[in-house]
């Protein structure tokens, strides 16, 4: 039987590889990820962002891909930002899977990294607030661990395969499944409480209820939600037309709230150390509100590793909060 030039391999694809007409048709692997990046992103600018290269090459990508198709793949008449045609969605469907098992394969295929180094994620918020000033009793406990501490606000499924772990905070309203690629656990479930400056506080009026923080000066994260959610769940109405400043992460809030500019909605492990140097104070005495919990995640491949099983370990001790 002929062998067609591949030195016996055969051009059955269920046999071996790719025939030689499927092989003429694979379209660019570069303008492959790109389209990937921009439907799973939300368009060019995100994908270019998580790509780390400029927008205009992402976008000659996408041109050369539908020349290649012969269809458009992303509507840029919709004004929907990332809105991908339907024929760009059927695609990016099978794309994205296809890649995501090339991906898969390489860290198969890569040895792993140096199990004395440990590359760790973390939200802004607990880094600053609570991580870092505990940090170094886990280097006197594993003097041989190389620590790198990132703080960072993103998705678990966009953690690199150069990260071990990532420390994130889960809305109890925006939990999803997770990918299946990825392992995590629930590290604590702290409290939420309202919390200000003493000097804040002094100038208040009593404070009974929830509901008499309603008409205060209320500081917020990236937008009203905590707030929101924490008077529903003390039954408070009318929380529907909050005011005040919004900061982009939590441990920005805090800063303002120690200033004296407001009151702020934090969890015990945030502000533990600030109430214990007496710079916040609860504000009230209600009933405990849980709105969601921290959790750790990572790559199944690397569940295992001694450094981050050793960090598990530890955090598990370390971060249990007083309720």
């Known amino acids: 039987m002929a062998n067609n030039g591949h030195s016996g391999r055969s051009d059955n694809p269920a046999v071996y590889g790719l025939t030689v007409q499927q092989r003429r048709l694979l379209p660019q692997f570069a303008a492959l990820k790109a389209f990937e990046a921009i439907g799973t992103c939300g368009g060019i600018r995100r994908a270019a962002e998580a790509l780390s290269v400029d927008h205009a090459a992402v976008s000659r990508h996408l041109r050369a891909l539908e020349e290649w198709a012969g269809v458009p793949l992303f509507d840029r008449a919709s004004g929907v930002a990332g809105q991908l045609t339907p024929h760009g969605a059927r695609f990016h469907r099978t794309i994205a899977r296809s890649l995501a098992e090339i991906s898969a394969a390489a860290l198969d295929f890569m040895p792993q990294q140096d199990d004395r180094n440990l590359v760790l994620w973390c939200a802004p918020g607990l880094a600053s607030e609570w991580l870092t000033g505990r940090i170094g009793n886990f280097s006197a406990a594993f003097p041989d661990i190389q620590l790198e501490l990132q703080p960072i606000e993103i998705t678990p499924g966009a953690v690199g395969h150069d990260v071990d772990a990532y420390i994130h905070y889960v809305i109890d309203a925006q939990k ?133 099983t050793d960090f598990r370990r530890w955090i598990e001790r370390a971060i249990v909060a007083p309720d």
Do not use: C, K
């Open 176 to 308: 999803a499944d997770l990918d299946p690629d990825f392992r995590t656990q629930e590290l604590a479930r702290p409290r939420i409480l309202a919390v200000a400056s003493p000097s804040f506080v002094a100038d208040l009026p009593p404070v009974a209820t929830p509901a008499d923080l309603l008409n205060l000066p209320l500081l917020h994260e990236a937008n009203f939600d905590q707030w929101r959610r924490w008077f529903e769940s003390h039954g408070v109405a009318g929380a529907e037309n909050l005011g005040g400043p919004r900061y982009w992460q939590g441990h920005l809030t805090l800063a303002a709230a120690r200033r004296g500019q407001g009151l702020a909605l934090a969890n015990t492990l945030l502000v533990a150390d600030s109430i214990r140097r007496g710079e916040l104070v609860e504000v009230g005495d209600f009933a405990p509100v849980h709105l969601g919990s921290y959790m750790l995640t990572t790559r199944r491949t690397r569940w295992r590793g001694l450094a981050l």
